[in-house]
């Protein structure tokens, strides 16, 4: 874990800490858009078109947030058209690291080698996702939540692949679940787990289980978190999930109930895995190794747990 800085990674903490001891996750720098016609977004500047084999994306199979967009890649039927690196579970003194093979557009070692490329004077955190520009060699964008939006709409024209997971009229409502979810939920288990106060850990337990609840009592009466229609919602939603019991509940410390103890919710959990490629890009062991292995100040030892043995492929009652 670290940050770039004056052109050098750095061994440190890559986020930063209130004075009330809350973990306090920074925002994503690169910021552009794909658009189907390359025209601007709604962030950074114009001329990143949608085409077959111009972009790849970097991702670690254990990073929630860079499992979104693996994961928009095969449902969006983008997997002919986008290809993908993964980096290696751990993340250690030197970040990310790119697997024995390296990097295969540039040869690099190391994931923070990858922004310097893009921008020799940036200065921050080296993360995933990554979706690089093979064309203009550089970054287009490293926040998953916009990344999953090109993805979802900008190469329609290319698969013909009509599905909408951000439909106009369940936009307000997908918007303000997702805004729950990602500080309460997504966020919330790593404030839990990376809190260094008890006030602050406490803090986030308790909003993190009040969601849980609140999901638990949605998903009674609905199909999915924003009505009847799968949408994004759910996916930003799952990747913290299915990592909930083989990590957040014991190494984060998030131990009121596993998630398969949440009837509702587990269901749900077991019925967005059994769609067609989902599966594909779930890797507990990864997963677990990442989490074990590379959170040196929460497990010294490197121990990776055994279990808990998961039945994802169980029978389920949507």
């Known amino acids: 874990m670290g940050l770039i800085v004056d052109g050098k990674w750095q061994d440190k903490w890559y986020d930063t800490a209130s004075s ?3 973990f306090v996750r920074q925002d994503s720098r690169f910021r552009h ?5 390359g025209a601007p977004g709604s962030s950074g500047e114009g001329g990143f078109k949608a085409e077959s084999g111009r972009y790849h994306l970097y991702v670690s199979l254990a990073c929630p947030w860079a499992h979104r967009t693996l994961i928009f890649r095969v449902l969006k039927q983008l997997q002919d058209h986008i290809s993908v690196s993964v980096v290696k579970p751990l993340m250690l003194e030197n970040g990310w690291e790119f697997g024995d093979q390296g990097d295969p557009l540039h040869n690099l ?3 923070y080698q990858l922004y310097l490329k893009a921008d020799g004077k940036y200065e921050g955190r080296a993360t ?8 203009r060699q550089t970054i287009v964008n490293n926040e998953s939540a916009d990344i999953i939006r090109m993805l979802n709409s900008a190469f329609n024209p290319l698969t013909g692949d009509q599905q909408d997971f951000y439909p106009p009229a369940l936009r307000s409502t997908i918007d303000a679940t997702n805004d729950r979810v990602y500080a309460t939920v997504n966020n919330g288990v790593y404030r839990a787990g990376f809190a260094s106060t008890q006030q602050a850990y406490e803090k986030a337990y308790s909003e993190l289980f009040e969601s849980l609840d609140w ?6 009466s609905h199909r999915y978190v924003a009505g009847e229609q799968l949408t994004e919602a759910d996916w930003r939603l799952f990747t913290t999930l299915i990592r909930f019991d083989p990590v957040y509940h014991g190494h984060f410390k998030c131990n009121r109930n596993k998630l398969s103890e949440f009837p509702n919710l587990y269901n ?4 967005l895995y059994q769609i067609p490629g989902v599966a594909d890009t779930v890797n507990v062991d990864h997963i677990k190794q990442h989490y074990y292995g590379s959170h040196k100040t929460i497990n010294p030892t490197g121990i990776v747990p055994v279990g808990p043995q998961l039945d994802l492929d169980a029978s389920h009652n949507r």
């Open 268 to 271: 749900y959990l077991l019925a």
């Open 20 to 22: 009330k001891g809350e």
């Open 128 to 135: 995933v996702p990554v979706l690089w520009d093979k064309e």
């Open 109 to 111: 070692d190391y994931l």
């Open 33 to 37: 858009w794909i658009t189907a016609d």
């Open 215 to 220: 999901l638990e009592n949605t998903l009674a």
